[in-house]
């Protein structure tokens, strides 16, 4: 049983009646002209609709209905069946049917009847088999007489109990783009009010002081009104979240079940409402990174058991709304991502950039999993085959002017976070100067504001470089983009916005910024459209035109001019955190291990034995592991033979602690790559850290 709100209902009931009555008319020009093939596309696309909406809103005998109308249809458009009088006739009952569930929803807000028998002879038509329709047709008017009635009584309400009418979208954009020109107008008022206040000031008038004050009133009233009355005009465009959330938890089952996964998902049930041209293409991003999650992510039972996991994984969804804005983080419990095999992958398919791939971090690896075509999976699956390419998903997110980050641990999971606005009807962004020349810079992409005195720049090869989150990060002026450079103004401070796209940053030096704004786009001019850094203009409070600067092409112009090789600064510039594991069955030998190498700067873990170790060792990297061999439930050997078994551990510097110095078991630990063998009488704190720094060299 559906549970919608009243609004969606009355929304979706009165859409319905709509599609319904241009479904007839098209089926009748076919009926006089089979070779219209934009009304069987026009027909075929409305059944469609009635559909998918049906499904979402969970009327199932609706969905089935039209669903078994636009299977005949498509026989007609292949040809196997042609558009008779027996056809329309049936097309014409079923349709009877879809508005007599129609009302039973308003009565009882469920679509449940018998639909058996016309879903039969539906089926029975779309496969060319004859029907006698006209003993179909008798059988359901005796049998619906009394509905066919109550149908009559309600098509004679009057039109005062009309509560809900249908607005075509183009007349709510119409709407919300002329509230645009108000506000402008609004803010070419408040410079007149700027102009005025200076006469004021100039003159002393008393009289004239008396006109501004209540000309300021009357503005500032026109403003909140004005405001006002164009949230409810957005609100126009909005629809709950819900409508593509709750479809998916059936996604999930059954692509579940194909994949011979066991799989539950977490959907919690949410109240916010987004713009409708964004939830449409937050379907498919959703669809997408679910299907992901479920082919690439989630393991099958055996492997998860054998990880030591639940053999049941978890899909969830979270929404969180950040003032304008919308937080959806898409999570599964399942492998992560393997950021060597995406290193390697990325080596093999951009030879030209595997020195700069070496050195990536693995935030900015996760981006090459947007590019078309990239993955790291070698089998082809029947869900993998359809396309789930997270390039799409990421043109998408650019299409709703929202941004997407990866958040991934190997054997534990891993997230997709959305981050997009809740309407396209405008466009939140910062009113800024360079060269005196007025840009606006859209928010979505910028994460910060910070101001820096020159004498706080890091200059290598003539390049300023600033200290952010612990980050060095290339800064480069908003003017250097443009052919025509004047000299800008010497400043003690800088505004500088940290832009970031595809897990990279950069500092956007400007002269001034102004104010932060929320206005609706223009198309870009024709002399102006083949400048790949604009997106659009809007304009300001003198109704001046201001261009809108597209943040991804100013970041990879950035990108090219970049002459020194940062990583590279970095690695020579900080020193690396170094992780050591430690193994050992003594409390004791583990404490006086723990403190001496805690006492050299390393980072220290413990483990109470050898299968203790390896269990840790798996769930994070170490750069070192320090094992005694003498141990309950796993020997050292038997860890170390185990630890070169896993990929990760192939070459990693292994020191064993052993009072047992025999030859057969040093040979065996040298066969295994063992870096040392301390022997338990000679253990001394020099001689341990002397070692370490051997093995370790330059890590």
């Known amino acids: 049983m559906a549970n919608n709100s009243n609004d969606i209902t009355e929304s979706y009931i009165s859409e319905v009646k709509e599609l319904l009555e241009d479904i007839r008319k098209d089926i009748i020009t076919l009926k006089t002209n089979k070779d219209d093939t934009e009304a069987l596309h026009r027909l075929l696309r409305n059944l469609h609709t009635i559909k998918g909406n049906s499904r979402m809103l969970r009327y199932t005998n609706i969905e089935k209905l039209s669903h078994a109308v636009e299977d005949i249809f498509k026989s007609v458009k292949d040809s196997k069946i042609k558009v008779s009088d027996r056809l329309v006739k049936l097309v014409f009952t079923v349709a009877d049917k879809i508005q007599e569930c129609i009302s039973i929803i308003q009565k009882k807000g469920t679509d449940s009847t018998n639909i058996d028998s016309y879903l039969q002879y539906c089926d029975k038509l779309a496969a060319g088999e004859l029907i006698d329709i006209d003993s179909f047709i008798a059988e359901i008017n005796n049998k619906n007489e009394k509905i066919k009635n109550d149908d009559e009584k309600a098509s004679s309400e009057k039109l005062s109990d009309i509560q809900s009418i249908r607005i075509k979208l183009s007349r709510v954009n119409e709407i919300i783009a002329a509230f645009d020109t108000m506000i402008t107008r609004e803010f070419h008022l408040k410079a007149q009010l700027d102009a005025l206040k200076k006469l004021e000031e100039q003159t002393g008038n008393r009289e004239l002081s008396k006109i501004r004050k209540q000309f300021e009133n009357d503005i500032y009233s026109l403003e909140t009104s004005i405001f006002s009355v164009q949230e409810k005009a957005f609100d126009l465009r909005m629809l709950p979240l819900n409508l593509v959330l709750q479809p998916l938890e059936t996604t999930i089952a059954l692509e579940a079940i194909n994949l011979n996964k066991q799989v539950k998902c977490e959907i919690p049930e949410t109240d916010i409402a987004i713009d409708k041209v964004i939830l449409e293409e ?136 959305l981050h997009f606005p809740l309407s396209l009807s405008t466009l939140q962004g910062l009113f800024v100067f360079s060269n005196k020349d007025k840009y606006l810079i859209p928010s979505q992409h910028i994460i910060d504001i910070i101001y820096r005195k020159r004498i706080d720049y890091t200059v290598l090869q003539n390049q300023n470089y600033i200290k952010f989150d612990n980050q060095l990060i290339p800064c480069f002026p908003l003017s250097s983009l443009f052919k025509d450079r004047k000299s800008g103004l010497i400043q003690d401070e800088e505004p500088i916005l940290i832009a970031e796209y595809m897990e990279q940053r950069i500092g956007i030096i400007v002269e001034q910024i102004e104010q932060y704004v929320s206005l609706v786009v223009k198309p870009m001019p024709t002399g102006l459209r083949g400048c790949s850094i604009l997106q659009g203009i809007v304009f300001d409070e003198h109704y001046d035109i201001v261009p809108i600067l597209y943040v991804p092409d100013i970041l990879q112009r950035f990108k090219a001019l970049r002459g020194y090789d940062i990583k590279k600064y970095e690695a020579a510039t900080q020193k690396k955190t170094i992780r050591i594991l430690v193994v050992d069955d003594s409390t004791t030998s583990r404490e006086i291990e723990k403190s001496i190498l805690e006492g050299a700067g390393y980072v220290v873990d413990d483990a109470f034995d050898g299968l203790d170790g390896l269990e840790k060792a798996k769930e994070k990297q170490y750069d070192m592991i320090l094992t005694d061999q003498e141990m309950p439930r796993m020997t050292g050997l038997i860890l170390l033979d185990n630890l070169r078994r896993l990929e990760q551990y192939k070459e990693t510097p292994v020191i064993v602690v052993s009072a047992d110095q025999s030859r057969t078991l040093i040979e065996d630990f040298q066969r295994l790559k063992a870096g040392a063998i301390i ?20 890590i």
């Open 679 to 698: 022997a338990k009488s000679d253990f001394k704190r020099g001689k341990l850290l002397q070692v370490l720094h051997e093995l370790l060299g330059d």
């Open 282 to 417: 937050l379907g498919d991003i959703l669809m997408h990174l679910v299907r992901n999650a479920l082919d690439h992510g989630i393991e099958y039972p055996e492997d998860r058991i054998k990880a030591g996991k639940k053999e049941q994984g978890t899909i969830r969804i979270n929404c969180v709304r950040e003032a304008r804005y919308i937080e959806l983080q898409i999570s599964d419990d399942g492998r992560g991502l393997n950021y060597e095999k995406i290193r390697a992958k990325a080596m093999r398919l951009y030879s030209d950039q595997i020195e700069e791939i070496k050195q990536m971090t693995e935030k900015e690896l996760s981006q090459f999993l947007f590019q078309s075509g990239f993955s790291t999976k070698e089998e082809v699956t029947a869900l993998s085959g359809r396309g789930v390419g997270l390039d799409v998903v990421w043109s998408k997110m650019e299409k709703i002017k929202g941004r997407i980050k990866i958040e991934s641990i190997q054997g534990k999971g891993t997230s997709f976070i």
